[in-house]
């Protein structure tokens, strides 16, 4: 057993809030500075100003917080990290099926190397779609929810065999009782009515790629033979977000050192009429032009806190829109088991190439190491499946007294693979950039908590 809490201000407009953050439990205390005194001299360091001033408190004080802080250990609602054994299970639940190694654009910073991941420009046919819809029926056991994301390269480049996996699919799922949701990441250069409306109709979710303003997307995201193209993607990402409703989508775009001040692209894309948005940070070799190093980390992380407080203020007032990393649901958020597993990639989750190679996700595709298997042959080793089974937060040493472990599993496993060339060593400087956005989503959950009522 051990202690752990995470105690934090996060200012709004001028007022201070004093949070608790419990991960185990994952509770969150708003309570007064004396309060935030006693519990983080308790579980954390205290900074000198922070010291002295918790000396100063009336030592009655001091006693009553500290008999309420152990009632809520008690309850389990603070300080308490217990840790129990976990492996993640083989079943699958996921495939990513990268349906062509090829693309329209030619994105500066894309680790895909223009969609090929270094290898041929290949086209899935229907038969590899359909072996791949057939192997993770077979390996997915008693579950019936299944999933399939449509990926490349620009899958809207293949959309024939898009077509073949989902009506194949859909027959299967209803002979072997299943239910399958289909998914789509596209870079919108394809997106015709004609397509709008097939993917608004089949998709349960459509990912656009779009890098927010217009010259920060077009600097970097260029067509084939470079020429500029935000233009006729955001006509085409409105198109479709007019047709969509309710159903899910997001706009998800990169941000890299050329763009620091990110959350202008933010609010840029919440401004084009789209309320479901993602920016991440880039991840490139720390050589590179593009790449964000660890002197850049600190001024990524105050655009997270300008971030924060435009959002709580578009959200009161009439322009309300989700941004991914801000969204946490502290009441009916993913159970422990989900929190430890993370993605479930190389187990739950599997990519299958053009060709139909097996790989542990997406971004592992074309590494030859990595290769579990093929669907057209029916190879498949349980060896790194096997391996990625232990990759779990519990089994990263660097993660065992951090707040944010059960927020981010231990990060992207494909980063701690290509950047710290180790699977159980989380990407240094995304791991301070999650943190912050957990101090931020919990900042605004709390705000927006005290002014709904």
């Known amino acids: 057993m051990r202690l752990i809490t995470h105690s934090f201000p996060f200012t709004y407009k001028g007022e201070t809030f004093y949070l608790v953050y419990h991960p185990y439990s994952n509770s969150l205390h708003s309570v007064d500075r004396k309060a935030y005194l006693v519990i983080k001299h308790k579980y954390e360091e205290l900074s000198p100003q922070e010291l002295a001033d918790f000396s100063s408190l009336d030592e009655g004080d001091v006693k009553e917080i500290s008999a309420e802080i152990a009632e809520l250990e008690k309850q389990g609602l603070i300080g308490i990290d217990v840790t129990f054994p976990y492996k993640k299970s083989d079943i699958v639940k996921a ?18 190397k223009e969609g090929t991941y270094n290898t041929a420009r290949d086209y899935m046919t229907e038969e590899v779609a359909k072996a791949a819809i057939d ?35 859909r027959e299967q799922a209803k002979a072997h009782g299943k239910e399958f949701s289909f998914t789509m990441t596209t870079n919108a250069l394809l997106l015709t009515d004609e397509n709008i409306d097939y993917l608004n109709r089949e998709m349960d979710n459509i990912v656009i790629s779009i890098d927010g303003r217009r010259d920060v997307h077009n600097r970097v ?9 935000y233009d006729h993607i955001l006509s085409a990402a409105k198109k479709l977000r007019a047709v969509r409703g309710d159903k899910r989508y997001y706009i998800r775009g990169t941000f890299t050192a ?37 002197e850049m980390v600190g001024e990524v992380l105050r655009e997270y806190d300008a971030l924060a407080e435009a959002y709580i203020e ?42 139909g190679d097996i790989y542990p996700c997406h971004q592992f595709v074309g590494e030859t190491d990595y290769r579990i298997g093929n669907v057209l042959d029916g190879s498949f080793s349980p060896d790194i499946p096997g391996k990625f089974a232990d990759v779990t937060v519990n089994n990263k040493a ?16 494909a980063a701690s693979h290509y950047y710290e060339k ?23 959950y709390a705000v927006e908590k005290k002014y709904s009522k």
């Open 422 to 444: 180790d699977l159980m060593t989380p990407y240094g400087a995304g791991c301070e950039m999650m943190k912050k956005r957990l101090e931020c989503s919990l900042g605004i």
């Open 398 to 413: 660097k993660c065992e007294n951090c707040f944010a472990k059960y927020y981010c599993s231990g990060g992207c496993v």
């Open 258 to 294: 050329y763009n620091l001040d990110f959350s202008k692209d933010v609010l840029a894309l919440a401004d084009a009429g789209f309320d479901q948005i993602s920016v991440e940070p880039v991840v490139l070799p720390q050589d590179n032009p593009m790449a964000i190093t660890s």
């Open 95 to 112: 495939l990513c099926l990268h349906v062509c190694h090829d693309c329209n654009l030619q994105c500066k910073y894309c680790f895909a």
């Open 314 to 355: 578009r959200r009161a007032n009439g322009k309300w829109f989700n941004f991914f990393h801000f969204m946490i649901d502290l009441e009916d958020g993913p159970c422990i088991m989900k929190r430890l597993s993370g993605c479930s990639a190389g187990c739950g989750y599997l990519a299958v190439s053009p060709v």
């Open 135 to 169: 192997f993770l029926i077979r390996k997915s056991g008693n579950r019936k929810s299944l999933e399939i994301d449509f990926f490349g390269g620009e899958p809207l480049m293949n959309m024939n065999v898009v077509k073949y996996a989902v009506s194949y699919g």
């Open 221 to 229: 995201r260029k067509t084939r033979n470079g020429a500029d193209a």
